[in-house]
């Protein structure tokens, strides 16, 4: 395997603004570090759920993947665009409601996450399968993986509370222009 694409894949993917990065970074500047970090843990949970989950049933996804892709862009679509309307409408001044920053919704929206579940689809089969087989490798790779999830959400986190308020003092516009992002995001899941 060459170990060197395979991190700047992992890297690329989860260090790039995409939809989970881009509620953590909101969630940071309208509800603070720590409602971000626990949204973060149940996203990292669902991230190694999901590559497991591949890593075990590759061969029978791959048989159904093209259905299930289109039923997840839709999906993920849908959520996506509520993402970037909630986000635009969020006032930080009022932030006593933390529906958005919490376990549970870091843990469903990897798996209606279109970045995700593409990359989660994708990484196992492209570069741990072809050279690795074994239950060990496969077990070790889809830790790596989970780590250098975590560490990009984290990053995102650190990004947003060293910004929070310069973010803060431009808070509408900040909120514009995650939701554009997002509305972004969303685009390039069809395109």
Not at 7 to 15: A, E, K, R
Request: proline content about 4%.
């Amino acid at each position: 395997m060459d170990i060197t694409s395979f991190l700047l894949y992992c890297f690329i993917v989860t260090f790039t603004p995409g939809p989970t990065n881009i509620v953590i970074l909101s969630i940071v500047h309208n509800y603070g570090p720590n409602k971000a970090i626990e949204y973060t843990y149940g996203a990292t949970i669902a991230f190694g759920l999901l590559l497991g989950i591949s890593a075990i049933l590759n061969a029978a996804l791959l048989t159904v993947i093209p259905k299930v892709l289109i039923g997840m862009k839709l999906i993920g679509t849908i959520y996506m665009l509520y993402l970037a309307y909630q986000i635009f409408k969020m006032n930080s001044s009022n932030s006593t409601d933390y529906k958005t920053g919490t376990f549970i919704s870091g843990f469903l929206m990897q798996f209606l996450n279109p970045k995700v579940v593409i990359f989660t689809l994708t990484v196992i089969p492209s570069f741990v399968l072809p050279n690795y087989t074994d239950t060990f490798a496969v077990t070790i790779s889809v830790i790596v993986i989970t780590i250098i999830g975590l560490l990009g959400f984290v990053s995102w986190v650190l990004f947003g509370t060293f910004l929070k308020k310069l973010l803060q003092k431009h808070s509408r516009i900040v909120n514009l222009i995650m939701a554009v992002g997002m509305v972004y995001a969303t685009l390039m899941i069809w395109i």
